[in-house]
């Protein structure tokens, strides 16, 4: 059985910064593409930004470029998340998921293999 656990959320004032972690256990996940996503209170789940297997393809969503880096651990089984120049409407549930590859995450989000529980991002003004 595999696990996606996420870790870093908190709270952090409008300006700051947060990395967050996503680490597999069960299965080596070095051949899924993974990504992060977030729902905030009432609305949709989005993807904010996704990595392939071998970490040479990212995607990101156009509200998170420039401030947001995806990337994978030198032994692929961890997926981070650097979240700078954070403002409040980035205030969410954070959630990384693994696919085949991340043609998944941007048209068929619910073929996403594997999802972790979470972690929670809170930005005051």
């Known amino acids: 059985q595999v696990q996606l656990v996420e870790s870093g959320g908190g709270l952090v004032q409008a300006g700051g910064s947060l990395r967050l972690s996503c680490a597999a256990s069960?299965?080596?996940?070095?051949?899924?593409?993974m990504g992060w996503f977030r729902q905030a209170p009432g609305k949709e789940r989005e993807l904010v930004a996704a990595?392939?297997?071998?970490?040479?393809?990212?995607y990101y969503a156009d509200y998170v470029k420039g401030r947001f880096t995806i990337s994978r651990g030198n032994a692929k089984n961890t997926v981070y998340l650097q979240m700078n120049s954070l403002k409040p409407e980035d205030t969410a549930s954070y959630s990384c998921?693994?696919?085949?590859?991340?043609?998944?995450?941007?048209?068929?989000?619910?073929?996403?293999?594997?999802w972790g529980q979470g972690t929670q991002v809170t930005v005051s003004s």
């Open positions: 990595i392939s297997w071998s970490g040479s393809s990212t």
């Open positions: 998921a693994a696919a085949s590859t991340i043609v998944v995450f941007t048209t068929a989000v619910s073929r996403a293999d594997y």
């Open positions: 069960g299965r080596t996940l070095s051949t899924y593409a």
